[in-house]
């Protein structure tokens, strides 16, 4: 018989720790549906007493899915669980997840606690966050480095006021997975109620370990992992849910357990993911790079062509690869346009957000004249992105390069109701473009990183853009998606300032 391997993703809470990726509500709601499509058992959606912002999408996220549990962080105080508790009000199925950190130099330079403390503050949140729900996990954060005695004895207190998963952070990523798996069969061994509670984990990468140290707990018993879509979250990311579902899906025959996960989802969850937060990803990784199935030397192309599984371990079909497949063009209507979109899990709300998107895909349409999944997922985020963010727009673009002259760039923007111009010169046309925009926005922000990427295959193809602009610590990516890249780069800079005028104040949770 085998066991079920609990799938939790915090995409959308640690993931969106990764400096640069915030995501607005709708986002959020537009990959958590992805999420739930993909059957993930239980959705990390935020934390939900940082700022009204992050209340409101754990709220958002609750109301929108029905499939997969939604849970919120909290730390062990009683603010963040009643804000956590009032977020999941909506949701069908619901988790809060309270930590506080068990190591000798968290609980000493960060918390300024002895660990009795920690002991009773950690059993008055889970008894707290109780009273809003049946289902509690805590985590004794900085496991990865905590004393093993304390460990135990902090664990079998949270079991006996309520907690049903026990999750167990490599926080800071320094585990190596024997050790981490030894540490897992440990608890398991010693906790005297252990049997009561799932036991789950959650690795950071920082040596490249992440993913490693998680199947190493599965092999030892841990049944839920945390994860998220391409490795997300903070600093160098958590362990990356495509390949923890595909390790284990692969090597049935060393894992005892299964997960419900839909792995044919898993490449556009990933793209949707990566379009939304401008993090793009690295063609060699795991499952959803562009080179995981590729085969570039002759001898691997002639053993695939006579046999799949002489250089293949899983099928491109699997994970969702298609081949770029043109589905709509220049003639097709609202309703095949609409009915494509949601075959591609994205519903557009009001019959006002359609009419506007297939605007978009109809000028599309006349300059590319066949339109693919990726465009679809593009324009779509382009248009969310237009409609949300008004501050700034972009009304009109010139931009002139000629051998031997100076490019040159004429900038119209709408900034908060009135119109200005800009003319500016530059080393190229996007530089132009950007200095004129910077002209008249005067945002006073640092642009760190500029990258295009083709959406898909030949010279019509759209270009997408990605920049990250940095102003007094604050960090946040802009993406824009054209066929004229710049014209992208103008939108993915407007997009990033947009972000970064908008007010934020945000609490981290591990401060
Ligand atoms: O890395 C960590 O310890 C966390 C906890 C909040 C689980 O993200
Ligand atoms: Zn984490």
């Not at 642009?447 to 193809?461: C, E, K, M, Q």
Request: glycine share 8%; hydrophobic share 40%.
């Amino acid at each position: 018989m085998s066991d079920k391997l609990i799938i939790f993703d915090t995409t959308l809470r640690d993931g969106e720790q990764s400096p640069g990726a915030s995501m607005t509500r709708d986002e959020k709601v537009r990959i958590a549906k992805a999420l739930e499509r993909m059957r993930v058992d239980i959705i990390e959606a935020g934390f939900p007493v940082a700022s009204p912002g992050d209340f409101e999408s754990v709220q958002a996220v609750a109301e929108a899915v029905k499939d997969s549990r939604v849970c919120a962080l909290a730390r062990a105080l009683d603010k963040d669980i009643d804000r956590a508790g009032e977020a999941l009000r909506g949701a069908n199925a619901a988790r809060i997840h309270t930590f506080i950190a068990t190591s000798p130099i968290h609980m000493q330079m960060k918390l300024r606690m002895s660990p009795d403390q920690v002991v009773e503050q950690a059993v008055k949140a889970v008894k707290r966050a109780r009273q809003y729900v049946d289902d509690v996990e805590f985590s004794p954060e900085d496991a990865g480095r905590s004393e093993i005695d304390f460990l135990c004895r902090i664990i079998e207190a949270v079991i006996n006021a309520g907690a049903r998963t026990v999750n167990i952070p490599d926080t800071v990523g320094y585990n190596l997975p024997h050790q981490f798996g030894s540490l897992i069969r440990t608890l398991r061994e010693r906790v005297p109620n252990a049997g009561k509670v799932v036991f789950s984990v959650h690795c950071h990468n920082d040596l490249g370990l992440a993913v490693a140290n998680s199947l190493s707990a599965v092999l030892n018993g841990a049944r839920q992992v945390e994860c998220t879509i391409n490795g997300l979250g903070e600093r160098a990311g958590n362990a990356a849910l495509e390949e923890i579902v595909m390790a284990v899906h692969t090597r049935q025959d060393i894992f005892s357990c299964k997960t419900d996960i839909d792995t044919t989802q898993i490449v556009p969850c990933s793209r949707l993911v990566s379009g939304i937060t401008g993090f793009a990803v690295q063609p060699n990784k795991a499952i959803v790079g562009a080179n995981a199935f590729a085969h570039e030397s002759g001898i691997h192309q002639d053993g695939v062509l006579k046999s799949r599984e002489t250089y293949e371990i899983m099928r491109a079909q699997d994970v969702g690869w298609t081949a770029n497949r043109m589905v709509l063009g220049k003639h097709s209507g609202r309703n095949a346009f609409r009915t494509r979109l949601q075959e591609i899990g994205i519903t557009l709300g009001s019959d006002e957000d359609v009419n506007a998107a297939f605007a978009r895909f109809k000028e599309l349409a006349d300059k590319k004249h066949e339109i693919y999944d990726e465009d679809l997922q593009a324009l779509v985020t382009d248009a969310n992105l237009a409609a949300e963010n008004e501050r700034i727009k972009l009304m009109y673009l010139k931009a002139s390069s000629e051998t031997g002259e100076m490019p040159a760039a004429d900038v119209t923007l709408w900034i908060d109701g009135e119109e200005k111009k800009a003319t500016a010169r530059g080393d190229g046309p996007v530089d132009a473009v950007f200095r004129a925009i910077e002209l008249l926005v005067a945002s006073g922000t640092q642009l760190t990183l500029y990258s295009v990427n083709a959406i898909t295959s030949g010279t019509d193809s759209q270009g997408e853009v990605t920049v990250r602009v940095e102003k007094g610590g604050r960090i946040v990516n802009g993406q824009g998606a054209d066929t004229d890249i710049v014209i992208a780069s103008a939108k993915a800079y407007i997009n990033g300032l947009n972000k970064i005028i908008a007010p934020e104040q945000r609490a981290h949770p591990q401060l």
